[in-house]
């Protein structure tokens, strides 16, 4: 168990929806990432957050966008949602410092 | 840009012989790698990371790695495979501004009995 805690563990809906993926973060760890694992990208990074602030941006759709509130949990918010964005999706944190990344167990959702 | 390649998808290997899975990386400055596993319907856990020094690294389940900079690799073994191993590995490079990570297409890793 790395710590990571990732809600909901699976989700279906349908085309053109909006969903809410949550993470938590390992107790003090200021930083999460957001990472996305579908068959035909691989894990491809989306987005990373500081202590609340955007830090990084990746390969990220302007369909998708995040935040991390005061208390350090990270939500990713995808909407207009299409089938290729059925995947894997992966919060992982780190303390900001050494720089490894621990992952949670993913939220799985399938697009219909 | 950095990149990541895991030559081989797939590998099978018998209960208790050896394993190297290959990784090869691209980044201009000193890498920080890392050897991440997933095993069916799992996480990502991590195995082992290499960020500077001792160029052999150990990890959890029995696992090391090789930091070889003149060849770009850093090469995960284990001396003897147990059927538990059986799941996908994953070699990542951490690029120093960004904080992100980049991955390899992962190698699926069969075990036979």
């Known amino acids: 168990d790395s710590g990571v805690t990732q809600t909901p563990k699976h989700l279906i809906t349908a085309t053109g929806q909006r969903v809410t993926l949550r993470c938590s973060p390992r107790s003090g760890d200021l930083s999460v990432y957001w990472y996305q694992q579908s068959l035909d990208q691989g894990l491809q990074f989306l987005i990373q957050?500081?202590?609340?602030?955007?830090?990084a941006k990746g390969n990220i759709l302007e369909r998708f966008s995040a935040q991390q509130f005061p208390d350090l949990h990270s939500e990713l918010n995808l909407s207009s949602l299409e089938l290729g964005d059925s995947a894997l999706y992966f919060c992982?944190?780190?303390?900001?410092?050494?720089?490894?990344?621990?992952f949670g167990p993913g939220t799985r959702l399938l697009v219909l | 840009a950095q990149s990541v390649t895991q030559p081989d998808i797939h590998i099978t290997v018998s209960e208790g012989a050896s394993l190297e899975l290959r990784c090869n990386y691209s980044y201009g400055a000193t890498p920080y790698l890392f050897w991440y596993v997933q095993s069916p319907g799992q996480g990502l856990q991590l195995l082992l990371k290499?960020?500077?020094?001792?160029?052999l690294v150990q990890g959890i389940k029995g696992f090391e790695a090789e930091f070889k900079r003149s060849q770009s690799s850093f090469n995960l073994r284990k001396p003897s495979v147990h059927w538990s191993d059986a799941a996908e590995y994953f070699c990542a490079v951490l690029t120093g501004t960004a904080s992100k990570l980049t991955f390899g297409t992962g190698t699926r890793l069969q075990v036979t009995l």
């Open positions: 992982a944190s780190s303390d900001g410092g050494e720089e490894t990344q621990y």
């Open positions: 957050y500081y202590n609340g602030e955007e830090r």
């Open positions: 290499y960020f500077s020094g001792d160029t």
